[in-house]
């Protein structure tokens, strides 16, 4: 690998799977944008809701779900919620 | 002049301001491309919009086009990111009063911005369940998950909206797939599902969507599909064939754009697309739509070509030697072409 290319590695980058629609796949990438892949071209058995790992190192990408990146958005996401609805008001509405 | 004015708004012209009319309900099945958005405006003037479709951008052009000036409740009918993208400039702009949800997180960035915005609004989250929402004289009922759903599959969680103004009827109820309307048949009487005058099309149309035994309960008039250019078949043969099955017409926001239905006092109630018409209902006793649609039969959608190679960024388009990349090749996509011209990454 030569320095021009180490320079250029983009390194670790992180997708979420947002959506499996048959053998595809709906990204959420690391800019918020989401974009269509292959469902094969993801790690076997990923779900959705995981984050993926992406590490690019000489032109190789390796893929792997980060199932702690995954449970720490999630929780993250929970909690922002939950907190959201904890005030939630009973009964029927008048607006 | 004001006669004028008023058929145009009962017409439901796009450039039209959003202002209530005395005693009309207008729902807007909105064009946001492959995802879903509808807009509820109450004769009084309260609006929901149900779903926000997959663009911030196209959703702000959408509520300035309709003269949105306020948004009572936003609902998200799940935290996927073809239906909760657009709710975030319509929280930031109209700091609704209620955010209306399933209660269960997703783990985008999307969904961390949208709920980001709603608490910057001061929005208060509403976690769905059995309950009404009277939007002014709009009776809206909401259809939370039945109990038994898996919590950790969003479309198995899709909250429910049936929509009452007289006598119509509309009903929405996001992705959800067989298990939950099964829940939901459980759930509540037939007589509660359906007949139903406008019914929003499951999962833009998808295979696990709509079913014969769903339909047969929800016996819709007119199906309106929330669909844009996408690389999952949508609206697949199968559902269209369940909605001709039922003798409903069909609509599609990606054929038909924006699809306004206008319901007057008492329900009766017109549907207008912004371009070209819904297919002719199949012939069935008392399926009565005030509009003569002329015949059409659907047209295929394009369909881009999956790519076997991805590629995170252009960085990693030139760290495997194949910059510039050109459209068709394996590995371009339009985020990584950023002029437009078919050459990423150049």
């Known amino acids: 690998m030569s320095p021009e290319q180490r320079n250029e590695d983009p390194g670790i980058s992180y997708v979420t799977v947002d959506g499996i629609e048959g053998k595809m796949a709906r990204v959420e990438l690391p800019d918020g944008t989401t974009e269509d892949w292959r469902l094969a071209s993801l790690p076997k058995g990923v779900k959705e809701g995981d984050v993926v790992r992406l590490d690019v190192q000489g032109g190789d990408v390796n893929l792997k779900v980060d199932h702690e990146e995954t449970d720490r958005r999630h929780a993250l996401g929970q909690r922002t919620l939950d907190g959201l609805n904890v005030r939630t008001p009973d009964g029927d509405l008048e607006l | 002049m004001r006669r004028l004015l008023l058929l145009a708004a009962l017409l439901g012209g796009g450039a039209l301001a959003q202002t209530a009319l005395p005693g009309v309900l207008t729902l807007r099945f909105l064009d946001v491309g492959q995802g879903d958005a509808v807009l509820i405006t109450a004769p009084e003037g309260q609006s929901l919009l149900y779903d926000g479709g997959r663009s911030e951008k196209r959703m702000t052009e959408l509520l300035t086009q309709y003269g949105v000036k306020s948004l009572a409740v936003v609902a998200a009918s799940h935290g996927d990111a073809d239906h909760i993208t657009g709710l975030i400039p319509a929280v930031q702009r109209f700091k609704p009063k209620f955010f209306l949800n399933n209660g269960i997180a997703a783990t985008t960035q999307t969904f961390g911005k949208l709920t980001a915005s709603v608490k910057a609004a001061g929005t208060q989250g509403l976690l769905a369940s059995d309950r009404v929402i009277n939007l002014g004289s709009v009776k809206v009922t909401v259809l939370p998950p039945p109990p038994s759903m898996p919590r950790g599959d969003q479309n198995l969680n899709s909250v429910g909206l049936l929509v009452e103004y007289g006598t119509f009827r509309a009903l929405m109820t996001g992705d959800s797939e067989t298990a939950e309307t099964q829940g939901w048949l459980k759930t509540y009487p037939a007589s509660k599902l359906g007949p139903i005058d406008v019914y929003k099309s499951i999962h833009h149309g998808a295979r696990n969507g709509d079913s014969s035994a769903w339909l047969k309960a929800v016996r819709p008039r007119n199906v309106v599909i929330g669909v844009g250019p996408n690389n999952y078949g949508h609206p697949t043969s199968e559902a269209l064939a369940l909605y001709k099955g039922v003798g409903a017409a069909i609509y599609r926001t990606d054929l038909n754009g ?66 510039p990349l050109l459209i068709g090749q394996p590995g371009y996509s339009r985020k990584l072409d950023r002029d437009g011209d078919g050459r990423a990454c150049e």
């Open chain 2, 258 to 323: 924006t699809v306004t239905v206008t319901v007057q006092p008492g329900g009766k109630y017109t549907l207008n697309t912004e371009k070209g018409t819904g297919t002719t209902p199949q012939t069935r006793p008392g399926a009565a739509t005030p509009v003569s649609p002329v015949p059409r039969a659907p047209t295929p959608i394009p369909t881009l070509p999956p790519s076997s190679v991805t590629y995170p960024n252009c960085a990693a388009v030139r760290a495997a030697g194949k910059a």
